[in-house]
């Protein structure tokens, strides 16, 4: 079966004889928007700028992966293996990672609110800067897994879990109260030009 990879454009950019297996294949920009690439060997791709929202990646091999600026909103990458992955400045929100394996991935600058993070392997896990409002996890407990983070990196450790994951069925943090965390940074001007 030979499946075409095309970009945000609509243009082709890579075909591919094996879909099931994308090992360093350079797929930057490609967009694969709620696509089915679970168990997937995706083992060094080129993945930065790419649109993975609400795409499934159950246990798909991520390793060395590079996702920089890539969007993977909402994406279902529960027991992929993302060790040693760029994922600096990826959008992550709301995305379940519930138990893939982030060992020594760079996370800086991502957007991880609302991500399940439950039972995910944070060891060495570069979160500097990083967005982790809602992820019902303390500075503590990523701590205790490891992970690193530095002055910049965006906690909210008073996150309450009132919503289900879609994907993975875990619990996961009340969207509303993301929403008002986020407006309280605001200014009022800013608050008032957006209604808020």
């Not at 360093?24 to 168990?39: E, I, M, P, T, V």
């Not at 929100?93 to 991880?112: K, V």
């Amino acid at each position: 079966m030979t499946v075409k990879i095309k970009n945000l454009d609509g243009e082709t950019i890579h075909t591919l004889e094996d879909p099931s297996d994308l090992r360093g294949a350079d797929l930057r920009g490609a967009n694969f928007k709620d696509a089915n690439l679970s168990g997937a060997n995706l083992r060094g791709t080129n993945l930065s700028g790419a649109n993975l929202q609400g795409v499934s990646l159950v246990g798909a091999d991520l390793w060395g992966a590079n996702l920089e600026n890539a969007n993977l909103s909402g994406a279902d990458l529960e027991g992929a293996w993302l060790r040693e992955a760029d994922l600096r400045d990826a959008n992550l929100e709301s995305t379940c990672l519930w138990d893939a394996n982030l060992e020594n991935a760079n996370l800086s600058g991502a957007d991880l609110r609302g991500a399940d993070l439950e039972d995910t392997n944070l060891e060495n896990a570069n979160l500097s800067g990083a967005d982790l409002q809602g992820i019902g996890l303390t500075k503590e407990a990523l701590k205790e897994r490891g992970a690193i983070f530095n002055d910049e990196t965006v906690f909210n450790d008073d996150a309450t879990t009132s919503e289900t994951c879609p994907h993975c069925g875990q619990d996961m943090p009340d969207s509303e109260a993301l929403r008002a965390s986020a407006a309280s940074k605001l200014t009022p001007a800013e608050r008032a030009a957006l209604g808020l």
